[in-house]
């Protein structure tokens, strides 16, 4: 079984044999295994209006538990984007009323992010149908195989966040 990373490697080793594409084996294949999915997911959440990262958000959010609020601060470090890239999804998800910003009751000073009623039916409904996409591209695997993968997986995110 061959794929188009197969194709990309093969042309590297012909272009510059000295380079030692191997690795692009295994992040060739991640990246695009990731663009396939990011394209499946954007189209299966179109119909409920989402737009880039605010699933991400409101993801965010239903996981925190309830009452299903954080600050911007937490938000933007669990999804690794910038404070200004935060701030225009926050302005967009409260303009279609999914989160509202509260007064946090520990510090006046500062604000929260909370879900709305209308933020929380959303992202449940959101979630079934992103699950449905991860697990059916899952499919392919057995539960072993799907069980190495997550093992291996973990291991290379670990290595990485700890260079960081």
């Known amino acids: 079984m061959t794929d188009h990373v197969d194709f990309v490697v093969e042309q590297w080793a012909s272009a510059m044999p000295e380079l030692d594409a191997s690795s692009m084996a295994v992040f060739g294949r991640m990246l695009?295994?990731?663009?396939?999915?990011?394209?499946?997911?954007?189209?299966?959440?179109?119909?409920?209006?989402?737009?880039?990262?605010?699933f991400d958000v409101l993801a965010t959010l239903r996981r925190a538990g309830a009452p299903y609020r954080l600050s911007p601060t937490q938000l933007y470090k669990s999804l690794l984007v910038t404070s200004g890239a935060m701030t225009n999804r926050l302005n967009r998800l409260e303009e279609v009323g999914s989160i509202v910003r509260v007064a946090d009751p520990d510090d006046k000073r500062s604000m929260l992010v909370a879900l709305t009623e209308e933020g929380l039916a959303k992202i449940e409904q959101a979630?079934?149908?992103?699950?449905?996409?991860?697990?059916?591209?899952?499919?392919?695997?057995?539960?072993?195989?799907?069980?190495?993968?997550k093992t291996l997986l973990s291991q290379l995110l670990v290595a990485t966040e700890a260079e960081r």
């Not at 695009?32 to 605010?54: N, Q, S, V, W």
């Not at 992103?130 to 069980?147: G, I, R, V, Y």
């Open 32 to 54: 695009r295994i990731m663009k396939h999915l990011a394209k499946t997911r954007a189209e299966a959440l179109a119909p409920l209006g989402f737009r880039d990262g605010e």
């Open 127 to 149: 979630l079934l149908v992103h699950t449905q996409t991860q697990n059916s591209l899952l499919e392919t695997l057995d539960a072993a195989q799907q069980a190495q993968l």
